[in-house]
C-alpha cells in the first residue's frame, strides 16, 4: 500500500493549492481532480473560503497566533506509491479520490493531484476542514490510524497490497464454515467452480482477480497468490488447487482460450515452425509418459497427451503465427515494438478522455443541484454556499443558459461511447500484444533448448515435493501411534 501521512494546514491554503494543483507536477492537471470545488487554484480557494468563513470561529485568512499553531483551516494528505507496487498515475488517482470519498463524504471541499515529477508517484489531496454540511474534520492520531485501514480498503479493491493489519484476528471460529466441514464442503471445490466460470469471460488475470473480488472473493498477492471463499476462515494459495489453477496455468487457460484450429493453415517449412514442431512433438510424449507437469487444457476432460495444456498453447502459438504470417523472430520483434508503441499511445489517449470525463460529470452534478434549487427560497445556510459554488462553477465554464446543460449532457453521452469504443479496441489490442511477447519469450527457450527441459526439471521438483509430504504425513501418522 502507499505511505501515508498527513499535515494540517494552519495558515497559507491558497499557496497548499497552488503546490498540490501544479501543472507541471500534474500532467498540465490532467490528474486533477476535486469536489464541491474547482480544479484551478484560483477558483478552489474562494470556494473552501466560503465554507471554512461559514462555519469557523475565525476566518481563512487570519494570521496564526504568535504563540501556539491556531486553528486547522485545512488537512493535507500524502500517498506515497512504491516502484514494486507498479501503480500507474491513472490508478494512483481513482485511489486518491476513492479515498476522500470513503474517509469524508460529498460533502467535502477537497482537490486531489496525482504528482508524477518525481522518482515515486504520489497523490496530495488538500481537505478544507469543514464540509459543505458544516462537519468538522479533525487531524490526530486516531484520524491517521482511520485513514490508513481506509486505504487498505481501497487498495485492496484495486488489487494493490495492503499494509499488515489485524482484522478478524483472534476470532473463533464462525458457524457457517463450521458447518460447510460438518458436511465436508470443500472450500477449494468451491473456488475452483468459481475461477472455471469466470475464465471464459475475463481478459487477464487481473479481470479474473476484479470479478471474484465483486463476488466475495479475498485476493492476497504474496509471494504466492492467495485466495478466500466468502466466510471461508483462511486463505488458501492458488498453486495447492492444483496444475491447473496456478498463476502460469491459469494466464495460459485465459490468454489462448479463444485460439482454435485452423483448416486453412499454410505452413512455410520456416526454422521457428520446424523449432515447434519438434518440441511439440517431444512434449506429447512426455505427458503420455506422465514425465510432465499434468496441466489440462480442458479441466471437464481427463488429462492426457490430447488435453494437455503445454501442447495446446504451443500449438496456439503456431496458429497465430501462421494467421498473422510472422516469419522471423526480428519481424515478430519488430511487431512487438510498434504495438507497444500504439498501445501505449491509446492507452494514454483514453486517460485524457476518462479525466474528461469525470470533470464534465462533476459540472453536469452542479448544473442539476443548481437547477433544481434555483427556485428555492427556503435554502438552508449549508445549501446556500452549496448553490453559490454551483453558480461559480457554471459561469466560469460559461454555462450560462439551460440549453448550454442541454449540450453538455449530450456531449457526455457522446464522450461516454467513444470511451466505451476506445476501451474495446484497446484491450484487442492489450491481448494481441501479451500473445506476441508469449511467443517471443517461448521461442526464446526452444531457441536455448530449454523449454522442454525446463518440463522436466518442473516435474522432478514436484514429485520431490510430494515426497517430502508424505513423509512428513508419515512420520505424523506414526506419532499419533
Partial sequence: MPYCKSVAVHDNVSQS??????????????????????????????????????YAKDRIDTPPPKSGKGTVKAIHYM??????ENVTPEVAHKIGKA???????????????????????????????????????????????????????ICRAFGIEPALNFENEGRSLNYSE??????????????????DDLIPAVNDLDDLFTELEQRGYSIKRDKYLYIKAPEQQRSVSLWKLGEDYTEYSLKARILW????????LHFTNSEIER?????????????????????????????????????????????????????????????????????????????ALLLEQEKEQALLEQCEYYYANWKREDMSPDEKT??????????????????????????????????E??????????????????????????????????????????????KQKENKNHIKKKGRR
Fill in 17 to 54: 493549492l497552488r503546490y498540490i494543483l501544479n501543472p507541471e507536477k500534474t500532467e498540465d492537471r490532467l490528474l486533477t481532480s476535486s469536489i464541491n470545488c474547482m480544479t484551478e487554484p484560483e477558483y478552489a480557494y474562494p470556494a473552501m473560503k466560503a465554507v471554512y468563513n461559514q
Fill in 79 to 84: 500517498m506515497s506509491f512504491a516502484d514494486s
Fill in 99 to 153: 479515498f476522500v470519498r470513503k474517509m469524508f463524504g460529498d460533502d467535502a471541499v477537497a482537490v486531489i493531484a496525482t504528482h508524477v515529477n518525481t522518482g515515486h508517484i504520489h497523490n496530495h489531496i488538500l481537505v478544507c476542514s469543514y464540509s459543505l454540511s458544516g462537519q468538522k474534520f479533525y487531524d490526530n492520531m486516531t484520524t491517521v490510524h482511520i485513514m490508513r485501514e481506509n486505504t487498505n480498503g
Fill in 178 to 195: 463450521w458447518q460447510h466441514r460438518k458436511k465436508g464442503t470443500s472450500w477449494k471445490e468451491q473456488i475452483r467452480n468459481e475461477i
Fill in 257 to 264: 482460450r479463444s485460439v482454435g484450429q485452423n483448416d486453412e
Fill in 275 to 351: 523449432a515447434y514442431l519438434d518440441v511439440i512433438g517431444s512434449v506429447r510424449i512426455l505427458a503420455e509418459q506422465r514425465r510432465k507437469v499434468p496441466r489440462r487444457q480442458n479441466i471437464m476432460l481427463p488429462y492426457g497427451a490430447n488435453n494437455d495444456l503445454d501442447c495446446y498453447r504451443l500449438s496456439a502459438q503456431m496458429v497465430v503465427m501462421n494467421q498473422d504470417r510472422i516469419c522471423s523472430m526480428g519481424d515478430l520483434e519488430g511487431r512487438i515494438r510498434l504495438l507497444y508503441k500504439e498501445y501505449k499511445r491509446e492507452q494514454e489517449e483514453l486517460s
Fill in 386 to 419: 452549496r448553490f453559490e459554488i454551483c453558480r461559480s462553477a457554471m459561469r466560469t465554464n460559461g454555462m450560462l443558459y439551460m440549453a448550454d446543460y442541454d449540450k453538455l449532457r449530450n456531449y457526455s453521452e457522446c464522450l461516454q461511447k467513444k470511451i
Fill in 421 to 466: 469504443d476506445r476501451k474495446e479496441k484497446l484491450s484487442r489490442k492489450k491481448n494481441k500484444l501479451v500473445r506476441y511477447v508469449d511467443i517471443f519469450d517461448t521461442y526464446s527457450d526452444i531457441s536455448h533448448g530449454d523449454y522442454v527441459s525446463n518440463l522436466i526439471k518442473e516435474e522432478n521438483i514436484r514429485r520431490e515435493q510430494e
